[in-house]
C-alpha cells in the first residue's frame, strides 16, 4: 500500500479526473489525500478524501472578487503563480508524508516547490494541454509566464520560455484523448494520453419530469457549475430558443432559483451525474468544458457549443467543430442561433457519427485503470511511464 498525494486548486474542471483517480487508488487499497484550500474542504471530504489545507496559501478563495479582472489576478497570484507554494508544497509533504505527489500542470508555484523534493513527481493534466496553457505571445501566456518566471527567480530555478517546460523532465498525465489535443504528436516519452477519467457518485439515480414512452429527443443543457461564470444568460437564451421545440431539455444548473420560468419542455435540476442521463441523450449544450464534452462523447452524443471566454473552452468548442462532432456558438449567441444549430445537428447525421468515431477513441484509452498502474509503477520505481 502506498501514499499518493494530490496538489490541487478549485478551478472546477481540474478537479473530477483527480478524484476519478484517486477513487481508483482508494479501491485499490492505496491511501489518498489531496493539498489544496480550504474553501475545497467540503467538496472532497463529502467523497470520504482526506484534505489538507496549504499553510500560507490556503485560505484565498477565488469567488470572494465578483469582477472577472480581479478574479484572474487573484487566481495569478495565489494559484497560477503562486509564490508561496515555493514552501507550501515542501512544508506539507513534511507534515502529511507521501510515496507519490500528483500535481495541477497549472499550478507553477507547486511545480517550482517539488524541485526541493526527492519523492516521485507526476504532472496531471486535466484537458488538452493546447488549450489548457496558453501560447506565450498571446497576452494571458505572456502574464502568467512573467509570473512564474518571478517566482522560479525566487527559487533559483531558470526561467522558461514556455510554461510546459516546467514539467518536461517529469512524467505527466494527461486525462484526454490526442484527437482533442494537437500538441499529443509533439509529446516526450514522459506524457502519457490516458483518455478522459470521471469522478463517481453513490447516488446515480434521478426523476425524470417526461411521462415513460416520450420520445422527444432529449437534449442536455449543462454549462459550468463553478461560481466564476455566470451562466443564466446562456440558460435563458438556450430554453428561449428550445421553448417550442419538440424536444426535451434537461438543464442542469448550480442554483435552478435563479433560471425563471421554465418552459413546458424543460426540467431543472441542480446536479445530475452526466452518466446517468447521457445514455438517453440525444445532443448536449455546453460551455465547452473538458468534463462535460468527453463524457458526451464517450456516449456518442454530439453538442452545440457557447463557450466561455476562458482556458480550454473557445479551444475545445473550435476543435469538435472541426472533428465535425459539434457546432460552434459564440458564447453569447440568441435564442434563434441555438435552435437552428439544435435543429442541424439532430437532423444532421454526421454529427452523431463524428460523436460515435470519438466515443471509439475514448473507450480505446487506458482510462482510470490505466492512470493508477503508472501510478503505481512510479511508487514501484520506475522513472517514466510506460
Not at 22 to 33: F, I, N
Not at 102 to 112: H, N, P, R, T
Not at 139 to 160: H, K, V
Not at 338 to 349: G, K
Amino acid at each position: 500500500m502506498a501514499r499518493y498525494a494530490f496538489v490541487t486548486w478549485d478551478g472546477g474542471g481540474n478537479t473530477p479526473p483527480a478524484v476519478g483517480i484517486a477513487q481508483e487508488l482508494k479501491r485499490r487499497g492505496h491511501e489518498v489525500l489531496f493539498l489544496g484550500y480550504e474553501a475545497q474542504r467540503k467538496r472532497f471530504e463529502t467523497q470520504g478524501i482526506s484534505f489538507v489545507t496549504l499553510r500560507r496559501s490556503g485560505s484565498f478563495d477565488i469567488y470572494e472578487a465578483h469582477d472577472p479582472a480581479a478574479r484572474i489576478a487573484g487566481l495569478m497570484a495565489h494559484v497560477w503563480a503562486c509564490p508561496e507554494h515555493l514552501d507550501d508544497i515542501p512544508d506539507a509533504i513534511a507534515d502529511v508524508t507521501a510515496d507519490v505527489l500528483i500535481v495541477d500542470c497549472m499550478m507553477q508555484g507547486a511545480l517550482a516547490g517539488v524541485s526541493r523534493l526527492s519523492i516521485p513527481i507526476v504532472v496531471l493534466a486535466h484537458s488538452s494541454i493546447g488549450g489548457l496553457i496558453p501560447p506565450p505571445e498571446s497576452p494571458m501566456g505572456a502574464a502568467r509566464l512573467a509570473a512564474t518566471n518571478n517566482l522560479r527567480s525566487q527559487a533559483d530555478l531558470p526561467g522558461l520560455t514556455r510554461l510546459t517546460e516546467a514539467w518536461i523532465e517529469l512524467p505527466t498525465l494527461v486525462t484526454t484523448i490526442p484527437d482533442l489535443d494537437p500538441t499529443a504528436a509533439e509529446a516526450n516519452a514522459r506524457v502519457r494520453y490516458v483518455g478522459p477519467i470521471f469522478e463517481q457518485f453513490s447516488n446515480m439515480n434521478w426523476n425524470a419530469s417526461w411521462e415513460t414512452g416520450d420520445d422527444r429527443p432529449l437534449v442536455l443543457v449543462s454549462f459550468t457549475t463553478t461560481r466564476l461564470w455566470d451562466q443564466r444568460g446562456r440558460i435563458r437564451n438556450t430554453l428561449d430558443g428550445l421553448r417550442n421545440e419538440p424536444v426535451r431539455v434537461l438543464v442542469t444548473a448550480a442554483d435552478p432559483g435563479e433560471v425563471g420560468v421554465l418552459p413546458a419542455n424543460a426540467a431543472i435540476r441542480a446536479f445530475v451525474p452526466h452518466g446517468v442521463v447521457l445514455s438517453a441523450a440525444a445532443l448536449t449544450i455546453t460551455h465547452a468544458g473538458h468534463g462535460t464534452v468527453t463524457a458526451s462523447l464517450a456516449f456518442g452524443v454530439p453538442l452545440v457549443t457557447l463557450a466561455n471566454p476562458a482556458a480550454d473552452q473557445p479551444f475545445l468548442a473550435a476543435t469538435l467543430q472541426r472533428l465535425g462532432a459539434a457546432i460552434a456558438l459564440d458564447g453569447e449567441s440568441e435564442a434563434s442561433a441555438i435552435r437552428a444549430a439544435v435543429r442541424e445537428v439532430l437532423h444532421q447525421h454526421s454529427y452523431a457519427d463524428a460523436a460515435r468515431t470519438l466515443a471509439a477513441a475514448i473507450h480505446a484509452a487506458p482510462g482510470v485503470t490505466g492512470a493508477a498502474v503508472e501510478l503505481e509503477r512510479l511508487r514501484g520505481g520506475s522513472k517514466t511511464l510506460s
